[in-house]
């Protein structure tokens, strides 16, 4: 039976295909919207994750002070950071100004304490050479761009920090980002003069100020468990002021920025659906108008008033479905143009490509009709309570 | 043995417009038998409609009793009215008002749609009704694709699909040629024959001869003819 009130209802759709698809067309782009914006959205949710987990890894911890800014440092201790349970390594980047005395100049620079460990990242951050090569033995030294220049400093010529003397290896490719992907603000590599960590130490004695340190954990371990032990090792040795981030909080964090933003774009195209819903519900007052003698025909074969009312609900509800389903089509197909283009114009490296989850699929379907149904609630009933005799009189 | 089938008791009928008060019918007592056939004449505007319709359970009597099958339903609900039209009432009107989406066929099957019919039982037997009509090869037709009388034809065949116990037929002749209302004419007396109960409004003294009874209506009362 209501098997057969779906059919009456969808011919009376299909009497009039034109109108209905006029109808479903806010819904349609409404959906359409959505699918588009919560695909990209996701899609873009899984590049980042992917790209911070091939950078970080799940098994890092990295370590920074609480509050960013110039000078901001903190005390760490990598011997006993290495030591806790769980730890694979501890490495850190230092950083103080210093007096260089080069060839052809001196003057103050950044000296940064540089682990070599930290290669692994630094692939990442475009710390590439210019020429010469890498720190190989203490004494050794990597300028930045500008600072070579400035110094007249080339591979093999000798430089002083505060008074101690250097060997120059390397010198960097220009750097066009600010901190070179660092992270700490206000340090230029280009202004850097990159000593070894265990040199750096020699040159300032004392409590191992650090801009960040990165621990490695072995595999299997509990990630939190590890993450308190160098809580505790860092308030032991005085510092109260730092953050320890892992894997998951990077990409929660991420998540919670992307899909904030996605909920508040979805939300505003969700709104052009309820806008497209008024669209059905006119349309379905329409066609009662329209049909009055109709529906008072089916009353005098004894429909009862519901059944008028079913047949009217799905009516609405189906070029709700329908817009749905054709926006859901749209949106997808919009989505890929968009990331596809975005991908070539960027030239990124990982392009993002929409995800489609069975959620946002079910979702959009069930949403849309829904709002088709909702939006034939009213015109329905006032086809279900029509008094059969003025309906069959209506001209 | 004449059991009443649907019978009236001091019925009458107001319509308000606005303010306006239009009685059309002013206190009709009538029973109308298992059986019988019935005719209803009168001028226009003399209240034939409105007391085909009460007798359908299609409208309200506004004071007065209905009662269906000796049962009073004067305060049932709408939907238990409509239950009993469709089981047991077929209507035939002037304008035929077959539904214009739907093929012949699927006109025919409507009533039982809404009864709950199977759908293979029902289009089994919409279609043998059509056939006996001489409709079989009209089936899939539209409403627009048929002649008056067949639209007419097709109607009957509606109001005769849930094997109703009595068939209304508002003016069924009014709309057509004097051939083809003949042949409808034909076919209700048919029916009649076969023992169904009818009541037909209708102008025309002629048509109105294929009923053993003729009522006469006039200002909305039974002015000749009454039991
Ligand atoms: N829905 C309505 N609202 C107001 N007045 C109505 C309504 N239906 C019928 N009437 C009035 O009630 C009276 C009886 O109407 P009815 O349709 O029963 O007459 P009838 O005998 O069938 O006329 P006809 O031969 O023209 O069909 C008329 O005066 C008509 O104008
Ligand atoms: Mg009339």
């Known amino acids: 039976m209501t098997r057969d009130l779906f059919r009456l209802a969808l011919r009376n759709i299909g009497h009039r295909r034109l109108r209905s698809w006029l109808t479903v067309i806010g819904i349609l782009i409404g959906t359409a919207a959505v699918v588009a914006l919560i695909s990209i959205g996701q899609g873009l949710q899984r590049t980042i994750t992917g790209q911070v987990e091939r950078i970080v890894g799940f098994n890092t911890l990295i370590i920074s002070p609480r509050t960013q800014g110039l000078g901001q440092r903190i005390r760490v201790d990598l011997g006993r950071l290495r030591a806790v349970p769980g730890v694979k ?5 230092r950083a103080e100004t210093a007096y260089i005395e080069g060839p052809g100049g001196k003057a103050f620079y950044n000296v940064l304490g540089y682990d070599p460990a930290m290669d692994e990242f630094t692939a990442e951050f475009n710390l590439t050479l210019a020429s010469g090569g890498r720190m190989t033995a203490p004494g050794q030294a990597i300028l930045g761009s500008r600072a070579a220049r400035e110094l007249a400093a080339q591979v093999g010529s000798n430089l002083t920090v505060d008074g101690k003397p250097f060997t120059v290896v ?30 750096f130490g020699a040159l300032y004695p004392g409590p191992e100020l650090a801009l960040f340190a990165i621990v490695r954990l072995q595999d299997k371990v509990v990630v939190d468990t590890v993450k308190e032990e160098v809580r505790a090792v860092l308030r032991a040795g005085g510092e109260r002021n730092a953050s320890i981030i892992d894997f998951e909080d990077l990409t929660q964090r991420i998540r919670s920025v992307v899909s904030g933003v996605q909920a508040f774009l979805a939300g505003i195209a969700g709104i052009s659906i309820l806008v497209g819903g008024i669209g059905v519900m006119n349309t379905m ?21 519901w059944q008028v009312l079913l047949v009217y609900l799905f009516e609405s509800g189906l070029m709700g479905l329908g817009g749905g389903a054709l926006g859901l089509v749209f949106g997808l197909g919009a989505a890929i143009a968009a990331t596809t283009i975005v991908s070539r114009l960027y030239q990124v490296q990982n392009p993002i490509t929409p995800a489609l989850s069975v959620g946002l699929i079910f979702g959009a379907l069930l949403f849309s009709f829904v709002v088709g149904a909702l939006s034939g609630v009213l015109p329905a009933r006032r086809a279900a309570q029509l008094p059969p005799v003025e309906a069959l009189r209506y001209e | 043995m004449s059991e009443v089938l649907v019978r009236l008791e001091k019925v009458t009928k107001v319509y308000r417009l606005g303010e306006v008060e239009v009685p059309a019918l002013r206190g009709v007592d009538l029973a109308v038998e298992r059986g019988h056939s019935l005719a209803l004449m009168g001028r226009s505007g ?7 319709h009460i007798l359908g359970l299609l409208d ?17 609900r709408a939907d238990r009215l409509a239950e009993l039209r469709g089981r047991h009432i077929g209507f035939v009107f002037q304008t035929f008002n077959l539904v214009p989406t739907l093929t012949a066929w699927e006109n025919v099957e409507l009533p039982l749609v809404f009864l709950g019919v199977p759908g293979r039982e ?59 209302g003949q042949e409808i004419l034909k076919l209700l007396s048919d029916l009649h024959r076969q023992g169904r109960t009818l009541v037909m409004v209708t102008h025309d003294a002629e048509a109105a001869q294929i009923a053993e009874r003729v009522l006469r209506l006039r200002d909305g009362m039974i002015a000749e003819g009454a039991p």
Do not use: C
């Open chain 1, 89 to 93: 390594s501890a490495m850190a980047l």
């Open chain 1, 170 to 199: 390397g010198v960097l490719l220009q750097q066009t980002r600010q901190t070179g992907g660092f992270g700490s603000p206000g340090i230029s590599l280009n202004d850097a003069v990159i000593v070894s960590y265990e040199d």
């Open chain 1, 285 to 305: 007052f329409m066609a009662v108008l329209e049909r009055t003698r109709e529906i008072g025909v089916m009353k005098a074969v004894g429909a009862k008033g």
């Open chain 2, 46 to 52: 003399s209240g034939k409609s409105t007391l085909l």
């Open chain 2, 60 to 76: 309200r009597a506004t004071t007065g009793r209905v009662l269906w099958d000796g049962q009073d339903v004067t305060g049932f």
């Open chain 2, 122 to 180: 029902r289009r089994g037997r919409a279609q043998a009704i059509l056939e006996q009509l001489g409709l079989g090869q009209r089936l899939r037709h539209g409403p627009h694709q048929l002649s008056g009388g067949e639209q007419q034809r097709v109607a009957i065949a509606r109001a005769l699909a849930p094997n109703p116990d009595l068939i209304l037929a508002d003016e069924p002749t009014g709309n057509l040629d004097s051939a083809s």
